[in-house]
Nanobody
């Protein structure tokens, strides 16, 4: 059974940093690309960042380039999202995602709120 569990969200002031984690289980983590999405109130869910199986290729939404970094530790079955210089518009629920055997899987999400 595929499970994705996010953690690390919270309230942070503009310009601050957070690191999100997503612990994966139920599949061979090292063989699958991983993604982070986010959904702000009243908006559609959007792709924030993605990483290939060995981390050799990463992609980012234009809105987060230069501020966010996606990484993974295949020994720990965990994917991370380091978020720096956070802005109020980064406020959203952040979700971990993978596509396993043709089906998309999501975690429960972790809330990130950027506010002074």
């Amino acid at each position: 059974q595929v499970q994705l569990v996010e953690s690390g969200g919270g309230l942070v002031q503009p310009g601050g940093s957070l690191r999100l984690s997503c612990a994966a289980s139920g599949f061979t983590f090292s063989m699958y690309a991983m993604n982070w999405y986010r959904q702000a109130p009243g908006k559609e869910r959007e792709l924030v960042a993605g990483i290939t199986v060995a981390g050799g290729w990463r992609n980012y939404a234009d809105s987060v380039k230069g501020r966010f970094t996606i990484s993974r530790d295949n020994a720990k079955n965990t994917v991370y999202l380091q978020m720096n210089n956070l802005k109020p518009e980064d406020t959203a629920v952040y979700y971990c995602n993978t596509v396993y055997r043709g089906q998309g899987y999501w975690g429960q999400g972790t809330q990130v709120t950027v506010s002074s």
